[in-house]
């Protein structure tokens, strides 16, 4: 099948259509794009469900190592006030990965915004077919109504003038036979014309989930940024209740990161499917919808030289038809307007008709060839396959990097805050300031001393 123009499945589409497939039993699923079928569903489920196994596993391991590090922590003297050893590495081993967590956030910024730009890209390509197949049927109506207006004015009118002359009268006849038939013919070249199917329907609700989608993974974003600069800010303040809150937060983005991670893998290994081979399951898809035969379908989507245009026999007849009323229109202004003046005007009305008709035509033909839907065809898949894949690729990246650094985070944090000095909300006052707790517990003593 031909492939559209500009477009090339790329080498990501590629490795992943590679990558095995298994249904729930573990029985492999071949990995063409099916998505009605049970076993493929199976197939992208397991594929997310690959995270849910991450999240199990890394929940377990930061239990583990805080269970270790509680029970089985040395007791410190009494009184001691020397940190721990290793105390330093644990804090900068924290740091880093939050650090590592917002360059993910950034990774993630950029593949939103490539997702978006994909989508919005399919949309476009949805629009614009959806005024081209719009153009086609206005301009199949007008070019019918005025040829039906030609046939009941200015040809019965023109019968009439003639009606002393039976051979001018056949002539008029001709043309309006001719007439009729080119309008029959172009009805039916209006194809799209009460098909259930909507392009600018597809793009509308493709906009609407694209918007709630890219909102819901800047809030993602925001929110973990806000838990990086919270945790960092907690740390260098040495402020134990900012670094539990962070904490506790940082648990539930682990929980969304790993969520997150599961529905872009299986939307990467889904997308990557469909990428690698889109013709069969649109052609299919778009005739199960739209209800129009095999033929209209594949030279739009295919156009190429294997497959002939649909309207080509339709095309020639209305051209001939409208060539014929051309010539009986010239006869009959050389015969019948020196011995009819009043012919004149109606034979002027149907020119002009005429050549408004043949205009459009020539506006349909240019419409209707495979080119221009073609190409719609091929930027939308250039959209989805190429920009909206690669920044599912960046978004997979964000939420692997963003599960790690949270991972580390949450095992580094308790060790952190139990190197922070007890007294931390007191520190910083002045001993001076007559509001300090210790001044005045000191100020009581000594008051009951003098007494």
């Not at 559209?4 to 039993?25: E, I, K, M, T």
Request: one cysteine or more; proline letters at 6%.
């Amino acid at each position: 099948m031909g492939a559209p123009p500009g477009y090339r499945p790329s080498a990501w589409v590629h490795l992943l259509h590679q990558l095995p497939r298994a249904d729930f039993q573990l029985r492999p699923v071949p990995s063409g794009f099916a998505p009605q079928e049970q076993e493929y569903q199976q197939a992208l489920l397991l594929v997310a469900a690959l995270a849910g196994l991450g999240l199990g596993l890394s929940l377990i391991f930061i239990a583990v190592y805080l269970i270790r590090f509680c029970c089985c922590r040395p007791p410190e003297p009494p009184g001691s006030k020397t940190p721990s050893p290793g105390g330093g590495c644990v804090t900068w081993s924290c740091i880093v990965a939050l650090l590592a967590g917002c360059i993910g956030i950034g990774i993630g910024f950029y593949g939103n915004s490539e997702t978006s730009d994909g989508v919005s890209q399919l949309s476009s390509a949805l629009l614009h077919a959806n005024h081209t197949l719009s153009a086609i049927d206005h301009l199949v109506l007008e070019t019918v109504e005025r040829l039906g207006e030609a046939v009941r004015t200015e040809l019965t009118t023109l019968e009439e003038v003639l009606e002393p002359r039976t051979e001018l009268v056949a002539a008029a006849r001709g043309a309006r036979r001719q007439a009729e038939a080119a309008a029959q013919q172009l009805q039916g070249l209006a194809f799209w014309q009460g098909v259930p199917l909507s392009p600018l329907q597809v793009a509308e609700d493709v906009s609407f989930v694209e918007e709630y989608r890219w909102l819901a993974y800047v809030l993602l974003l925001l929110l973990e940024l806000l838990v990086c600069l919270f945790t960092l800010l907690g740390l260098a303040k040495q402020s134990k209740w900012l670094v539990i809150v962070m904490t506790v937060m940082s648990l539930l983005v682990l929980v969304l990161s790993w969520g997150s991670m599961g529905l872009e893998a299986a939307t990467a290994v889904g997308l990557s499917d469909f990428c690698s081979n889109p013709d069969p399951y649109v052609l299919n898809l778009t005739q199960e919808e739209t209800g129009l035969s095999s033929d209209i379908l594949s030279y739009y989507f295919l156009c190429n030289q294997a497959v002939s245009n649909p309207f080509q026999q339709r095309l020639t007849l209305s051209q001939r038809a409208l060539a014929n009323i051309h010539s009986q229109l010239l006869g009959l202004e050389r015969e019948a307007v020196p011995q009819f003046p009043s012919a004149q005007k109606p034979l002027l009305s149907l020119e002009e008709t005429l050549n408004v008709t043949e205009g459009n035509f020539h506006q349909l033909v240019a419409l209707l060839h495979c080119r221009g839907l073609h190409k719609d065809y091929g930027a939308a898949l250039r959209g989805l396959c190429e920009d909206a894949l690669e920044g599912l690729l960046f978004l997979l990246l964000f939420s692997l990097l963003s599960a790690g650094a949270l991972a580390t985070a949450l095992c580094s944090l308790p060790r952190a805050w139990a190197l922070f000095p007890p007294s931390d909300d007191y520190d910083d006052t002045d001993d001076d300031d007559p509001f300090n707790p210790q001044q005045e517990s000191k100020r009581f003593v000594q008051w009951q001393s003098s007494i």
